[in-house]
């Protein structure tokens, strides 16, 4: 399990910095959807991990506090690139 926690854990970073480098808006936000799916990926691994009694509640409570929180900065960033892409084609038109 801590292992399957920690290649989710490491994806999330590594969509968001491969997708730095897209070649458009768009397809930054497919790596930020991506990096969000693994972000819902972690906080299921987190609450298996409590649920098995792997993970002490104590510690589960701010892990997956943390995880909801970059989830939602991951959903704010995506919506931001995505507009930028609308808004860029607009303007070409």
Same mark, same amino acid.
């Given at each position: @399990? %801590?292992?399957? *926690?920690s ?8 969509n ?8 458009s ?5 497919? =790596?930020?959807?991506?990096?969000? %799916?693994?972000l819902?990926e972690?906080?299921y691994? *987190? ?10 509640l @104590? ?7 943390e995880?909801?929180q970059i989830r939602?900065m991951? =959903?704010?960033?995506?919506n %931001? ?6 808004s860029?084609?607009?303007?070409q038109?």
């Amino acid at each position: @399990m %801590k292992a399957q *926690l920690s290649r989710v854990a490491e994806s999330i970073a590594a969509n968001i910095v491969e997708g730095c480098g897209a070649a458009s808006q768009k397809e930054f936000a497919r =790596y930020l959807d991506i990096s969000i %799916k693994s972000l819902n990926e972690t906080e299921y691994h *987190l609450l298996a991990a409590r649920d098995r009694g792997a993970l002490a509640l @104590m510690l589960w409570e701010p892990l997956t506090s943390e995880v909801i929180q970059i989830r939602r900065m991951t =959903y704010a960033l995506r919506n %931001k690139v995505l507009l930028a892409a609308t808004s860029n084609r607009i303007s070409q038109l």
